[in-house]
């Protein structure tokens, strides 16, 4: 018979199989062992709920409360008396006749309950049964007639001694109905039932049990702060506050865990951060602005100063208070691990990314409590283990991984529980939790049905590992969901009261002494390879994953141009971490909007600085001035950057040399470049930033506008026509000297000589002057062909036009640049 894993002889082929029947019994606990006809009942029963009963078990009876003698619930002794409360209800359609409530004592054949596996046997059963042993005469408790839908409570006061109880153990606590629908007998109408622990005289040594106390929360600060000298912190949402005051979650787990003895803290130092945060003044997002700098008008004041001073204080009251508790310092902001390993491991830079969050997170809860914090502890989402996993915990810095025990579940053989550390390979031990303890305290147990059903079981279990070998105490864990409720976290409370002390099957102790104990030899080293399916859906994928490690290279960029990078370093590095919290898991959605206004926000960010787009700009001339204009909306000044205008015609147009941009916060500028322009048209023009240094990158989008060129015509074509007219005309004269010279009867003996200086002087040849004047001619001609575009400088002015005013040049170009020339 397997206690570990409560599987019995006839189960051992179906490994797995206690999984799978803690699931049903605890449902069927926590439902207070309502009964009937569960195949007709529409719906199964969460817990705390009643169950629609049909058939011949029509109601549904629940147990709140078991008291022990009149003090705190506790494992009863020989003269104790046990007080039972609860509640009957007629889930059925036919009124119950005089029905009353009873008690049963266990069946004499085998009264105890003394495996684990007699435990979770008894916690399948659903109906009445002959196994549940008879019912006592006294305490019995008349209710009345129950028509459809009525309810009665009860409470029956039953001696220990009347239950048959014995030895040391625990047996069945059955309460049942009886009752008729009609005229016929009496008989059960529904029944109920819990585990009543019982200390005889054999004693065992108690187990060194540790609890792992989680104060986690999803990620509230965000990367923008206030534009003020102080960074004002912002927050997503103003939440926080109910959970920090009087019976809110968080407030309610620091007072109850101030009174544990031996606890491990699992501290989220993000949530440090943020209290610390709100002890000062702070703001809060509007609805809908998470991706916008803050400011005064999307911002409204945070209310929570004196909720976070108060509850900070009482943490550190509450963590120094228990000399043998510790405190484990998760990761900062508490990555997914598991998504990690599985979407994200090959990224660059996250083996460091999930380092520094390790050394950021332990820096920053000893900064904050009065304590010394360990964080080589690795605590994957909900325990859940594979090999991946397990690398990048290790990767990490997790020295101590906390592992569910469903992920490493024991071999059939093994027929106790062993010890919950044993050594996993690559340096790591892993701290196995009891599944069975484990999951008793994962869901909410908000009513004190709940609260009972998981306290009974708790102490059930305990002292059933207690007595399998009651000479060597076991190590065993304790672990909870990460979002421990209010509920849940009194039952565990209450739970390990109620082992502890008076020869209870509990010695509370930190993680490490557990981690400490000697490792079974027997117990299950093997990690899996495969990670459970129905954890996958919740999991970031790697395109969320990916995203959130590149936001490093935007933030990187940043930070060359900023000259106050701090402001932005810090803020923007949590809140890629925040990104990948454990946390987003249970609420994806929120996860999602956190990552896209962390994305939007550094988008805004490196946009505050850029070259503002333009559509055409006309260029008067052939020599001229374009100015480009670029801005900085940010709140402090940038350097490292250099524009730079190119054109994609160089031939056509040419651009000056790059300039080197430096702004003071909030400011513009523009920025002259000489063009040459060689023939009119438009030409396509590039206008970017690049930062500078060794390893220059383009800053943010290239610009790109059209430049019309309109006037080259005046100053180049008609040089041009010029030119040519002056060849046509020597060509003229060239000819009509050798004509005249033949005339003559000249002999031309070189006709490739240079003209001669001969010549008429009546101007029939062309020449207006001496011999020489017809170069001046031409010369002469193409200055005045160059000024008879009308116009009377080489700056390709209009004549009569004034020097172009600021407004002027403004008011000629697309866009809010200006071009001059």
């Not at 003044?281 to 909720?307: F, L």
């Not at 279990?461 to 399998?468: C, G, K, Y």
């Not at 700056?795 to 004034?802: F, L, N, S, V």
Request: aromatic content about 4%.
């Amino acid at each position: 018979m397997n206690e570990r894993t409560g599987r019995g002889a006839a189960g051992a082929g179906h490994r797995g199989r206690w999984t799978g029947l803690l699931a049903r019994s605890t449902a069927a606990l926590l439902a207070g062992g309502l009964v009937g006809a569960f195949a007709a009942a529409p719906a199964a029963a969460g817990p705390g709920t009643l169950v629609t009963a049909a058939g011949e078990y029509p109601a549904a009876v629940q147990i709140d409360t078991v008291q022990v003698g009149t003090g705190a619930p506790r494992i009863a002794h020989e003269n104790d008396t046990v007080t039972i409360t609860g509640k009957v209800t007629n889930s059925g359609s036919e009124k119950l006749k005089s029905p009353k409530v009873m008690v049963r004592v266990p069946s004499a054949g085998k009264p105890i309950l003394a495996t684990r596996s007699d435990i979770d046997l008894m916690g399948s059963w659903n109906t009445p049964s002959t196994k549940d042993g008879t019912a006592l005469e006294s305490p019995t408790q008349e209710v009345g007639d129950l028509d459809p839908g009525q309810s009665k409570d009860f409470t029956l006061p039953v001696p220990v001694s009347a239950l048959g109880a014995k030895e040391t153990g625990s047996y069945e606590l059955a309460v049942d109905l009886w009752g008729s629908t009609s005229n016929e007998a009496a008989h059960p109408l529904g029944i109920a039932r819990t585990y009543l622990p019982f200390q005889g005289r054999t004693n065992a040594q108690p187990s060194k049990v540790s609890v792992v106390w989680p104060l986690t929360h999803a990620p509230v600060l965000v990367a923008q702060t206030m534009p003020d000298q102080d960074q004002t912190p912002v927050l997503r949402d103003d939440s926080l506050v109910g959970e920090l005051t009087g019976d809110g979650r968080l407030n309610k787990l620091v007072e109850l865990g101030a009174t544990m003895p031996g606890l491990t803290w699992a501290i989220d130092p993000d949530l440090l951060d943020t209290v610390l945060a709100m002890t000062k003044p702070y703001r809060v997002q509007k609805p809908g602005t998470s991706g916008e700098s803050a400011r005064e008008d999307n911002t409204v004041p945070g209310t929570g100063r004196d909720a976070a001073t108060a509850w900070l204080t009482n943490l550190r009251k509450a963590v120094a208070a228990q000399p043998d508790s510790e405190v484990v310092s998760l990761p900062y902001a508490d990555p997914d691990l598991a998504s990690i390993a599985h979407n994200g491991a090959h990224l660059n830079g996250m083996d460091a990314a999930l380092r520094k969050a390790m050394t950021a997170g332990q820096v920053t809860t000893e900064a904050r409590l009065p304590v010394d914090a360990r964080s080589d502890v690795a605590w994957p989402y909900r325990g859940l283990l594979d090999q991946r996993t397990a690398s990048v915990a290790g990767a990490a810095g997790g020295r101590l991984v906390l592992v569910n025990g469903t992920s490493m579940p024991e071999s059939d053989k093994l027929t106790y529980t062993p010890n919950a550390a044993r050594p996993i390979g690559n340096g790591q031990t892993a701290v196995v939790s009891d599944a069975v303890l484990a999951s008793l305290f994962q869901g909410d147990l908000s009513s004190p049905h709940d609260r009972t059903m998981a306290q009974q079981r708790f102490l059930a279990e305990t002292l059933a590992i207690a007595h399998q070998e009651p000479e060597h105490p076991r190590g065993v864990l304790v672990l909870p969901s990460r979002s421990l409720t209010v509920g849940t976290a009194q039952a565990l409370h209450d739970s390990m009261q109620a082992a502890t002390g008076n020869g209870g099957p509990v010695a509370p102790v930190s993680l490490q002494k557990v981690a400490d104990l000697p490792a079974d030899p027997n117990a299950n080293t093997n990690v899996p390879n495969d990670y459970p399916g129905d954890a996958t859906g919740a999991e970031l994928s790697a395109a969320e994953i990916s995203a959130t490690m590149g936001l490093q290279d935007g933030v990187d960029q940043l930070m060359i141009i900023l000259t106050q990078p701090e402001r932005v370093r810090g803020p923007f590095s949590a809140a890629m971490v925040r990104s990948m919290s454990t946390s987003w898991r249970d609420q994806q959605k929120a996860g999602v909007a956190y990552r896209a206004g962390v994305q939007h926000y550094l988008d805004n960010l490196k946009s505050a600085v850029r070259v503002p787009k333009k559509s055409t700009v006309t260029l008067p001339g052939d020599n001229a001035t374009l100015l480009i204009s670029v801005k900085n909306d940010l709140t402090q000044a940038v350097g490292n950057l250099e524009l730079r205008v190119t054109s994609i015609q160089p031939n056509r147009l040419n651009v000056g040399e790059n300039q080197p941009v430096v702004l003071d916060a909030t400011t513009a500028r523009t920025f002259r470049f000489p063009a040459e322009a060689q023939v009119n048209g438009q030409v396509q023009v590039t206008a970017e930033l690049w930062t500078t240094g060794p390893n220059p990158q383009r800053y943010g989008e290239p610009v790109e506008f059209t430049v019309d060129v309109t006037s080259v015509a005046s100053g180049v074509t008609y040089v041009i026509a010029g030119g040519t007219a002056l060849m046509i005309l020597a060509g003229i004269r060239f000819y009509l000297q050798r004509k005249k010279r033949r005339a003559a009867g000249e002999i031309d003996e070189d006709p490739d000589r240079p003209l001669s200086d001969g010549g008429g002087t009546d101007g029939s040849d062309g020449s207006d002057g001496p011999d020489g004047d017809d170069r001046n001619d031409g010369k002469d001609g193409g200055k005045d062909d160059g000024k008879d575009d009308g116009k009377d400088g080489d700056d390709g002015k209009p004549a009569d036009a004034d020097p172009p005013s600021d407004r002027d040049v403004s008011d000629r170009v697309a866009g809010d640049e200006k071009v001059d020339h």
